[in-house]
């Protein structure tokens, strides 16, 4: 018995000296860091949720009810240049609806110099930092300014990035969230929320990034509930919700582009309610999460998660939600991994006629290669609307062999349906067989594709869906 007590206090004893160790580790004086400002208001905006208007994954119409409401009025955290508040700092594109990056290095000190200038209140909460009472900006048990910004009011927040706000050991940076707490629940679905990234004591550039790394993405996977609280809206009905990838839903989240080789930092969250229980999955890469491999990441409400990916296989991927009933909502996107060494194409194509208003149709292909081309298969399709891409049957009738360097004009004949409704031809080879046996094929469709407008001033689009991903 007297064993007994004696092992559970030598237990108890481990048990507070470690607490106590790690209590000391997390305020332990650290080496005096920098002082990091920023000039964040909040702001009412227009947004929204699919701007190409677009399924952009498949190249469709944007299902129902998804595509009923695009545009909302949302409030955002906008970032100044200073405190004139007058010249927007711009952001990347693929943020999306999130506030401005923080970023701190463990030392460091962060000034948010914060302005509302909605009609509301409105404060910063911030997660991972180490901070007071008057800097806790969520409104519950004390009366401090901080707590709740009034409309045109200021506040500026001093937080302190601790041992405790940094990564785990030998990992080199990681995200926190900060949003608005004076109504938590409305405002993050509002879209009060951004990223706080803290980077390991002496791993950062100036900048605050991790030094190792060589492109950053934060992904925040929330359901955005724009019929909240409606009790007219019919009980298991989706109408009013964005199942939302950085406030963009069906692939319509833009600027996830990597080059060939780049170590990339992903840094994932998840915000909202019972439904935001999110599993982030990428195609055609694994990422390491703490030291092992992992293609699924969970997220839990107000969670974060930290992965990184070496930029190795080029291609257009899916990256999305694994919850099936938020994938089928739209909770998807595509990042690309761009080739360090482009192949160059082995045909070209010139003038064609396809607007002159003749019958038979010519197009000039240019054998770019050292070696004869024995056969050749080219797939054509007309754009008749952005969303619709249309496969032509008939075929290009090729003199061959078509010899290294030399050009031939090939000849369409036969019916196109509507040809005053074509915006567009598309061509592009499907493969290419060479006299000494060799053969070429595409590593993604539409490699190598030229688009014909028929509007010769026609924007240039960001995407073209159905090319960039295959069609189902
Ligand atoms: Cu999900």
Redesign the pocket.
Known sequence: MANCKRLIATLLGIFLFSSAAAAFAQHAPLPKGRVREYYIAAEQVEWDYAPSGLELMHGAELPYPYGLHRRWTKTRYVEYTDGTFSQRKPQPEWLGILGPIIRAEVGDTVVVHFRNLTSGYHSIHVHGLRYDKANEGAVYSNNLPGIAVPPNGNFTYHWFADAGSGPPAGESSRLWLYHGHVNEPEETNAGLIGPVIVTARGRAKADGSPADIDREFVVL?M?FDQLKGDETRPANSEDGLY?AMNGYIFSNLPGLVMNEGERVRWYLA?MGNE??????HWHGKTVRRHGRSEDVIP?VPAETETVTMLADNPGTWMFQ???D???EAG?MATYRIQPAHPRSCPVQFGNANFWAGNPSLRLELKNRTAKPIKKILLESDILVGLDRLNNVQNDWSIPLPLISQQSANIQMTGQIPHPESILGWVIYPQSVVFTDGSQWTPQERGECMRIYWRDKNHQDLRILPPLEMPMQ
């Open positions: 996977f359901v199942h998840a439904r935001d229980i999110h599993a982030a997220l939600c694994h919850v009933d938020h994938l909770m």
